[in-house]
Each structure stands twice: as structure tokens, then as C-alpha cells.
């Protein structure tokens, strides 16, 4: 069946990997992907499929509301996977304002433009909403987030995220707006941008420089392959029942500094240098403030509903991802030029 499918963020690190697998997937949907190309975005991420005749690049800002409406109605949009956001922590505590408007006035400036346009017939419509594990909160030892975990954001990133799930729901429930949200846990993989920890361990190994480890590395994240997460949200887009709320997780815990020993290992071994260099750069540094202890994802809804379990182990999964930045060594160049050096030292230098 011929469908539009609007995806936001498309040119970000998960967005880039979502449009790939539904432009290849689904040659007789048209893809639009929406995004303002902040420091996060990035066109080359899409080389590969920009020329297929079944997808388009619209550059725009979901913090523009005519822009949004605008393009609701020039095309006929059946369905919205959101992914457009500001998406890193550490950016959040310098800078929450940002996260506000995009994350929050941002997704509601779509939910209109969707109601306003479907407003006649909801009928096979769909905004579906990629949002985060973090609004659960942070866990001790024990447990793992469900579904029905209270929301208790921490950081001004995952309050803004946990804000905009709550809209979202709020137009499920007030409007009848078709709605699917799901909750996934920390991605890695190839073009992640190197301000998150396993891009930036690894173009700090290349070029010699401290791991910067905050605390003590006690910290636990459950790591899950961009791709599984990709598969995940096509699942979820075709099979997912409106109104319901699904937990992605890659059912893979690791404490940080265990995991980047392991990427040192692997990186020392890729790299064909004698075994613990890469590991000597670790420094510990300042923690980050209100640093959540423990994420783990309990996705046995997805399972038991769609089938969907993590395919790559984090073994491979990590194997695949230096492969990836070894290979694109010049996409690695270019994004961590110019602001990327200012972004570095301000962030850094007083740890
Ligand atoms: P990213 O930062 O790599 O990409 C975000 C994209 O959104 C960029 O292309 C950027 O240009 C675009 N964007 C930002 N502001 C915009 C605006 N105002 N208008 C239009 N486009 C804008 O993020 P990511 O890591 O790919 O995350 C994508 C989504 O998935 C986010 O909603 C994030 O909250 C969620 N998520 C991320 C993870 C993770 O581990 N990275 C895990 C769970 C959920
Ligand atoms: O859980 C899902 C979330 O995962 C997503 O919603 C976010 O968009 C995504 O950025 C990610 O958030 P985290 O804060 O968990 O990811 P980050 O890569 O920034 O950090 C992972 C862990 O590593 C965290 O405990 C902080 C720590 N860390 C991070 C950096 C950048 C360090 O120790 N040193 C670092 O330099």
C-alpha cells in the first residue's frame, strides 16, 4: 500500500538509520525526512539512499509552526515517526532552554499539524513518538523499567522528553489522535555524533587523548545496536496498536568503565597495538550532575506483542561499530571540527 511517511530527525544518528531501513524496505512509500540540520544533523549519514526516487529531504524546524503546517499541507501525510529532538544530557544541563522548545513546543507544533490535518478522517493515520528510557528515572541495583514505571525524569533532557510523551497521550486521549510511543534504552553504532560516550571513546583512542569517565564509571546504561532499535520501530509502526506505549532494550547492562576496558580491548586489537595502550588513557573526571545511576529496560511487551527481540550482541555490535569509524575516518573528520573543538574544551576542560 502507498503511503507518505513524514520521519523528523532523519538526518540525527537514529533518524538516519530509521529513514535507510523504510526507504529500502518500503519502495512504494514516499519518505519525507524533516530536519533542521542542527550540530546533530547531518546529510551525509544518508549518501547512500539520497538519490532513490522514493525519498525527500525537507529542511525545517519543528520549532517553526508554519513550517510544520506548511508541509502538511502540501503533502499528504499518513503517518509521523518523531524523532527530532535535542538528545544529549550533558548539553541539557548547559543549556535546558534549548530542550524545551524543541523537544516540547516542538512535538506539540506536530501533534497539531497532524490533528489539524487528519482531522476529517484519523483513519489509518499514525504519530508515533521515539522517546527514551530516561524518563523512568534511574534505578538502584534492582528491577528494570515497564511500561508502567512511574515517569521520573532527573535532567532537563529527559523532563523535556517526559514532557512531550505526556502531550502526546494527552492528544491520544482528548482528541482521538492515533498514537503509538516507545521507550528505548542508550543506542550505539555507526554515525553516532562523538559527544556521546562510545563515539567519543573511540575518536579519542584514535587520536591518543583521554577517556574522560565521569565519577567512577559505576554508572549502568543498557546498550542496544541502532539497527535493532531501526527494526524495532518499523515493527512498531506497522504491527503497534494505537494508544499503547512499548519499552525497547537491548536486555545488555554494562557498567561504563567495564564497557570501555571492553572497547579498549577491542580498539587495541584494531588498531594492532599491544594490549591495555587504549586503556591507559582513561581519566576519571567530575561527575556529571544528577548523574542517573542505572537504565535497564524490561521489553517483554515487545516481545510477547511483536516478536521483537535484540538480533546483534553487543560483542559484534561493538566490533561493528570501530569497523564503522575506522572506515569513515573523514565523516568522523568533519563533524568534529569547528564547533565540535569549542563544544570539547567547554565541556571538558574544568573536569
Ligand atoms: P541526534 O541528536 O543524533 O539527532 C537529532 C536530529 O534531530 C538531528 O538530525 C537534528 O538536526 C534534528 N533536530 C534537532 N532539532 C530540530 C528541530 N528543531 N527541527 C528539526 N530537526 C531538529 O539524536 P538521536 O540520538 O538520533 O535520537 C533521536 C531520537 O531518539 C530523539 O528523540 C531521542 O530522544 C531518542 N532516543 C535516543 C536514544 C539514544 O541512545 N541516542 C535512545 C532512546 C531514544
Ligand atoms: O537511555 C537513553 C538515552 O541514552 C538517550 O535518551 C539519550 O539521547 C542518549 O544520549 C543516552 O543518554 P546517556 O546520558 O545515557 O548517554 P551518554 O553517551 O551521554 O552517556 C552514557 C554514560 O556514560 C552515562 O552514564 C554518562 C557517561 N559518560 C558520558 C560521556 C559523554 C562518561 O562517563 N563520560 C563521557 O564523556
Redesign the pocket.
Known sequence: MNKTILI?????????HVVRQFVINYPKYKIIN?????????LE?LKDIENHSNYKFIK?????ESQIFDIFKQYQIDGVI???????VDRSITNPT?FI???IV?TVNLLNAAKESWKDNFQQKLFY??????VYGSLEDEGYFTENTPYDPRSP?SAS?ASSDHLVRAYYNTYNLPVIIS??????GP???PE?LIPLAINNIFSGKPIPVYGKGENIRDW?Y?ID?ARAIDLIYHKGKSGETYN?GGNNEWKNLDLIKKLCEIMDKKLGKPTGTSSGLIQFVKDRSGHDLRYAIDSTKLLNALGWKPSVTFEEGLQKTVDWYMDNFSWLKNVITGDYEKYYTRQYQSR
Open positions: 523528523t530527525g532523519g538526518a540525527g544518528f537514529i533518524g538516519s524533516l530536519d533542521k540540520l542542527t550540530y546533530a544533523g547531518n549519514n525545517a524546524d519543528i520549532n517553526i518523531h524523532l527530532a529532538a535535542e538528545s544529549h534549548e522548545l524543541t523537544n516542538g513518538h521515539i522517546s527514551t528510557d530516561e533532557y522528553k521507550n528505548c534504552s542508550n543506542n550505539y554515525n553516532q555524533f556521546k542496544l541502532v532499535h525497547i
